[in-house]
């Protein structure tokens, strides 16, 4: 081998390189997807129509907005958040990652819960409004999904919602998205993620700290890949025949795991996690921290099975729960996998939750049927609808858990196959 030539990285260095990438990829896949496909804009609120369905784990109980913000080294922009009191709501900061910057409401900033708020690009020092919360982003992009609960009266949640706006002054100068290979969450990226990487991990810094290690690793594949058609071959092959195995296997022990659910306690924040934040981006691109929300996904049985439409499963909560395990409100929604889509049904019931008028059993307990028709002799309002001969996946948000879940100390029940 010539002193010239690129080393030969071992199976593990190319599966280790690939999970790092991998987590960046899917953050840019859904940029690109909002800003080509449909449009959004920069610096411009979507104001996603109340029950909207229209992207991946959509939360039904919730008025959501979105926006895409754009900044640079002598431009803030400023998102305008009106007083909301008596319901819960969030404004949730991204980095490009799938990293929380910062949660803006009246627990987490009770001195300015609302009003302006500043994003500016770190270390730079552009004109902000005097009454502004100025929040720095570690890059020029960032993502805002903002969160205001529907509770009874959907009229107001929508009124408040309508009230966010965008000031952004004219001039900004904003890269165009990056350049990703196509993929799916059915067909991953092979080897053209890393002839694209390194230019992918230029465009905004990782908070993960020990990301420089896993950027030169990167590096270091993407000099092999360039170095010939064979180490090219060589590469897809380690990545077809080990790295989507090892991320697979991943969702499958995924975080912590009970009674057929896995919770993840490092959404949002993942340290040094590269599995996890994968698999949140995969599954649930833009989840937020365990303090603001905790999601549960449940996809097994009490028989040890992936949930199957065509069966009938009971979730029995005990006397109370899970309304005491939060301080905001919970869902419990049904999904369609791999795509993590609300499943069409007849009812168009998609979840229940805190505001469902749950009939309880003679001992006080609550159970919540899942089948794909009603159950003889259960309540109407207790039954979700499954998929008949399709697989689905459940996700129990709680918002604002108390200590007991965040903990780890409270688990939902089992979810029980019937007969």
């Known amino acids: 081998m010539s002193a ?52 991946v784990n959509p939360n039904l109980d919730v008025a959501y907005l979105e926006a895409w913000i ?19 709501y969030t404004v949730q900061i991204m980095d490009v990652w799938g990293e929380v910057i910062a949660n803006v409401n ?11 708020v500043a994003f500016r690009l770190a270390e730079t020092t552009p004109i902000v409004r005097d009454d502004a919360l100025v929040i720095d982003l570690p890059g020029p992009k960032a993502k805002i999904l903002a969160r205001v609960e529907l509770k009874d009266t959907l009229d107001e949640a929508v009124a408040l919602q309508k009230q966010f706006t965008i000031d952004a002054p004219d001039g900004i100068r904003i ?31 990782d908070a993960m700290p020990t990301a420089p290690a896993h950027a030169a690793s990167v590096a270091a594949v993407a000099e092999y890949v360039a170095s010939g058609d064979d180490a090219a071959a060589a590469v897809g092959e380690i990545i077809r025949t080990k790295a989507w195995p090892a991320f697979l296997a991943g969702t499958k022990g995924f975080g912590t795991q009970r009674n057929g659910w896995s919770v993840a306690f490092v959404a949002g924040r993942f340290g040094d996690d590269i599995i996890a934040r994968d698999i949140v981006n995969y599954g649930g691109l833009w989840a ?57 049904n007849p009812i168009d ?71």
Request: cysteine-free; overall charge negative.
């Open 349 to 419: 019931r998609f979840d229940i939750n805190s505001e469902a008028l749950l009939a309880t059993n003679d001992d006080g307990t609550t159970s919540v049927w899942l089948a794909p028709t009603p159950p003889a002799g259960t309540p109407a309002a207790n039954w979700l609808p499954t998929p008949a001969g399709r697989g689905f996946s459940l996700n129990l948000r709680l918002y604002v858990a108390r200590e007991p879940a965040r903990h780890g100390d409270w688990f939902p029940p089992a979810i029980t196959l019937a007969g």
């Open 70 to 88: 754009g900044v640079d080294a002598d431009h803030a922009v400023t998102l305008n958040v009106p007083e909301i009191s008596g319901r819960y």
């Open 4 to 55: 010239a030539s690129p080393m030969i990285p071992t199976d593990e260095q190319v599966v280790d390189a690939y999970l790092y990438l991998f987590g960046r990829l899917l953050v840019a896949r859904q940029e690109k997807y909002d800003i080509e496909v449909e449009k959004v804009g920069w610096n411009r609120i979507k104001y996603n129509p109340v029950g909207s369905a229209e992207f």
């Open 288 to 344: 937020n921290v365990v303090e603001e929300a905790i999601y549960y996904v449940g996809q097994l049985g009490s028989d040890g099975q992936l949930l199957d439409g065509d069966n009938t499963y009971e979730i029995r909560f005990a006397a109370g729960e899970p309304d005491s395990m939060v301080r905001a409100f919970w869902s419990l929604t049904l999904y369609s996998v791999p795509d993590y889509r609300v499943v069409p």
């Open 106 to 116: 009246e627990r987490n900033f009770p001195g300015h819960p609302f009003g302006a």
């Open 175 to 205: 890269a165009p998205t990056p350049a990703i290979p196509e993929f799916t969450n059915a067909q991953l990226p092979g080897v053209d993620a890393f002839r694209l990487g390194p230019a992918l991990l230029a465009t905004a810094p």
